[in-house]
């Protein structure tokens, strides 16, 4: 069974400074996705960014990125230039790349950005 | 209405009640979930329908019992629920999986559900 991590339970951040979140999973497979989703006070989770295992590159998608460690099967997420709107619970999650519908998420990071 | 919308948005009900959830979704999607979002646990997924035709059930109560009557709508009825079945329900749907790759799941602003 696969396992997702997030040992930060609560994080803060001043607006336009950067934060990491820290998130590590445990997978036998070699094809997979991951997925940082934002679900801010509204509830509506939102995906904020995705990174194929296969791909060696970082997904970027403007002040989001992530540093993505294969073999450390860690999966951090980097948020540049905080915003106000930024302040959300941010879950990491892991899917298989084919053959499966189920996202397997960790129990989430509360974000706080701080004016 | 766009997206994924879920009504109602709270709902309160004793354990002998009986209610419904409803979820429908705007986007031409195939597959639609129910997840349960409770307090200091990970999102866990308890239903997935592709094509109205249910191809996952997590072990989840007989108490849940899903409906699918087409690719647009998706219902949760409730009935004899515990205390400790208080979470937030989302639904989410995506392109079917039968295609190779990654279909994203869009979701919707979920139902707070109390039971006392």
């Known amino acids: 069974a696969q396992t997702v991590t997030q040992s930060q339970p609560e994080m803060s951040v001043q607006e336009a400074e950067t934060v990491t979140l820290s998130c590590t999973y445990d997978t036998s497979e070699s094809n997979y996705y991951l997925f940082w989703y934002k679900q801010p006070p509204s509830r509506q989770m939102i995906l904020v960014i995705r990174?194929?295992?296969?791909?060696?590159q970082n997904a970027t998608e403007n002040r989001f990125s992530v540093n993505f460690q294969k073999a450390a099967k860690s999966f951090s997420l980097k948020i540049s230039d905080s915003q106000l709107g930024d302040t959300a619970m941010y879950f990491c999650?892991?899917?298989?790349?084919?053959?499966?519908?189920?996202?397997?998420f960790g129990k989430g990071t509360k974000l706080s950005v701080i004016p | 209405e766009t997206g994924v919308t879920q009504t109602p948005r709270h709902l309160v009900m004793g354990m002998t009640n009986k209610k419904s959830l409803k979820c429908e979704q705007h986007?031409?999607?195939?597959?639609m979930y129910w997840y349960k979002q409770s307090a200091k646990k990970p999102l866990e997924l308890m239903f997935v329908y592709n094509f109205k035709e249910q191809t996952e059930n997590n072990s989840v109560p007989s108490r849940f019992s899903p409906e699918c009557p087409n690719s647009s709508h998706l219902f949760l009825h409730l009935h004899t629920l515990q205390p400790e079945d208080s979470a937030l329900y989302l639904c989410?749907?995506?392109?079917?999986?039968?295609?190779?790759?990654?279909?994203?799941?869009?979701f919707g602003p979920g139902t707070r559900l109390t039971v006392l």
């Open positions: 986007l031409g999607h195939n597959a």
């Open positions: 989410a749907s995506s392109q079917d999986r039968r295609t190779s790759g990654y279909n994203e799941q869009f």
């Open positions: 990174q194929e295992a296969y791909k060696q």
């Open positions: 999650a892991f899917m298989f790349r084919a053959g499966s519908y189920q996202l397997t």
